[in-house]
Structures are given as structure tokens and as C-alpha cells.
């Protein structure tokens, strides 16, 4: 029988702050995939099935591309015309488009050469611990811990200078946290645009040792270098500082997780992985049909928008047995919490290296970290967000 989906969850359940919405969950066990009547009355699907939104995924007929998404799943835009990217945002683009920008980035960030950052990361990590013990033994884990080590990795790698560095994680703040007006994600944009065509000018006069220097070589425009390496800089960011503190919220709601963590080492890539598919902080992506295309057996038409729900695909129990249980003993791989196809995250092994030396890190330093404040009063972003996490998380320990 086919499901309906009424209308996207605006918020999730009291007292579930890792569990994707009640309602999605609730879809997916009636059917991987459920007709969705956007807002402005366009007819759409919502994809919440592993194996289904794996196939779309990697469907070429399903399309990235930025000015077909004209269908917003809680606001009506009316008729309002979408740009296509621009130039060097790859990630709203299909080939052969895509491939121009992402080819000349993936020598960059092969496993070989993220973990050669390892001890790069090592010592950011070991330097905000030492900051977060000496002002304790109280702090907020987003601003002291989560925010400032991927910023900074991903800042050294493009070359952005140390006193830019908090410029962009406001912008990105404002970007991707779901909670700036228009206006301000707007201005943010415009901003950050203009400090990037600064910035790949100075390379251009003066190139470092970094990654942005690297493609100098390349025919790529100044403009393409620009939207390139605003890409790298959000996704290089936000989503690996948001699984920083949503995981370590989760293992300290967690504790007999916590503490097998803590005795084993030898858990500390398992449990990344695990933690990746527990809270799929990228919780949802966009796809639209190309031409008709039978999909579950049903015939998604030609122009139709595809919500694909890939917290609750990584909640499937049909692909992961228990998968509401957080379990870092859990053999179980092939989450997509990086997606799948093409657009696979890019940076997905560097995330890998800076959440296996961080979190380890983290619970070892602070044997008796725990919440600051009850766990219901933590603050939540909201559901509007690119990327799901905490606004801050207040731990405290014993000096």
C-alpha cells in the first residue's frame, strides 16, 4: 500500500536528541518511500529506506544540480527562479561539471595523506585540552573543543590565516545553523565570497604550501577556486565540529559506551563509525528526476523532487540490526552518513582522522566528564539546519 508522508517534522521527540524525528521513523517502518506534498503543492517523494536511497545515490537520472531544486520541504518559495551554482560549487552540480572541480581535490585528501595530518591533529587536540583543563573545571564543549579543531585544520590546509580563522567559523555559523534570517545568511555569503577572492588573489602572488596554492597550476579560474574552497571550508568544518559534540553528547548519554571506549582503544575506529551512523549529522539531501524513473515500484516522473532522509536510511533495521542502540562494538559497516556515488564526501577521511584522535583524546584527559546542565536543557539546533548538533554542550569534571 502506498504511504503518505503528511508533512516534515519541525522538530524531534522530548527526550531523543541523537533519534531522527518520530514521524520519519514511523514512515520508514510503513514503507521506504513515501509520497511528500511540498508547500507549494509540487508532488515529491520522501526516500527513507537504506537500500533505496543507496540506489538514488548513485543514479545518475537523479540530479544535484542547484536550479532544479526549486521545491523547499517547509516553505513555499512561489515561483522564485534558482540560479545554478556557481562556478567551483561542486557539490550542486552533475558531471561533467562535478568531476572538473572534485578531480583535481582528491589527490589531496587520499587516506595516505590525512593521516599524515595525524599528528598535526594530535597537537591542536592536546592544545585546547591543556586550554579547556587550565580554565575548568567547567566549559562549553562546542566553542572550547568541537569548533576550534576542524576549523583550524581545514583553515592550515587551504592557508587561511590564523587571525581569519574565526571569521569563518561565524559565517558558516550563519550559513548551515538554520537560525539566521535571510538577510543574514545572505550577507554572511557575500562576505565570505569577497574575503575568498582575496584570498585566492594572495596565492596567486604569493603561493604557500597549502592546498588552495596547490591548484594554482591548474586552468581553473580565480572565481572557481573561490566556490571550490568555500565547499571545502563549510563541509571541512561545520559537520565534523557538530559530530565532535553531538558524539560526545551521545557517549556521555552513553556511559556503558563511554567506559568500553575508554578500557579499548582498539574501539576507537568502530566507534567513529558508529557514531557516524548513530547521528548522520547530514541528515538529509535533494535529488531530482531527470526522466521517469521506476524506483520501489513506483514511477517518479520526470522533474519530481526526492527528499532523501539519510538519518533514518542509517536507522534501517532491514541494514542494521538494533540500529536504534548506540554500539560501538558493532561490525556492521556501510552507513552513509558521507553519502554514496559522486558526491561521496570528499573530505570524509580527513573527518575520520580528526574524530579518532579527538575523541579518545577527550573522554581520556577527563575521566569524570559529564553534562553540565540536564540533559533536556542542552541546546539543540533546529530541524531547518544543513547540518544537525548541539548550540553548545556545558560539561564539567573533577579538578
Known sequence: MEHTLAAMPAARQPGCPFDPPKELIEARAQSPISRFTFPDGHQGWVVTGYDLL???LADPRFSSRRELMKHHPMIDYGDIEVPPAPPGEFLLMDEPQHSRYRKPLVGKFTVRRMRLLTERVEQITA???????????????????????????????????????????????????????????????????????????????????????????????????????????SAGF????????????????????????????????????????????????????????????????????????????????????????????????????????????????LARVEMRVAFPALVNRFPTLRLAVPADQVALRPETADIYGVKSLPVTWDA
Open 54 to 56: 543507496r540506489q538514488v
Open 127 to 233: 592544545e585546547h585540552l591543556d586550554a579547556m583543563e587550565k580554565a575548568g573545571p567547567t566549559a562549553d564543549l562546542v566553542t572550547a573543543f568541537a569548533k576550534p579543531i576542524p576549523a583550524i585544520v581545514i583553515c592550515e590546509l587551504l592557508g587561511v590565516p590564523d587571525e581569519d580563522r574565526a571569521f569563518f567559523q561565524d559565517n558558516i555559523d550563519k550559513f548551515l545553523g538554520g537560525e539566521a534570517s535571510d538577510e543574514e545568511v545572505g550577507a554572511a555569503y557575500v562576505a565570505t565570497q569577497q574575503y575568498l577572492a582575496e584570498l585566492v588573489a594572495a596565492k596567486r602572488a604569493h603561493p604557500t604550501d597549502d592546498v588552495l596554492s596547490d591548484l594554482l597550476d591548474s586552468d581553473l579560474t580565480d572565481e572557481e577556486l573561490q566556490g571550490m574552497a568555500l565547499i571545502l571550508l
Open 238 to 349: 561545520d559537520t565534523t565540529a557538530n559530530m565532535l559534540a553531538l558524539g560526545t553528547f551521545a557517549l556521555l548519554r552513553n556511559p556503558d559506551q563511554l567506559a568500553a571506549l575508554r578500557a579499548d582503544p582498539a574501539l576507537t575506529d568502530q566507534a567513529v563509525e558508529e557514531l557516524l551512523r548513530y547521528l548522520t549529522v547530514a541528515k538529509q539531501f535533494f535529488r531530482v528526476a531527470l526522466e521517469d524513473v521506476e524506483l520501489g515500484g513506483h514511477t517518479i516522473k520526470a522533474g519530481t523532487t526526492l527528499i532523501l532522509s539519510l538519518n533514518t536510511a542509517n536507522r534501517d533495521p532491514e541494514r542494521f540490526p538494533d540500529p536504534h542502540v548506540l554500539d560501538v562494538h558493532r561490525q556492521d559497516g556501510g552507513h552513509l552518513a558521507f553519502s554514496h556515488g559522486i558526491h561521496q564526501c570528499l573530505g570524509q577521511q
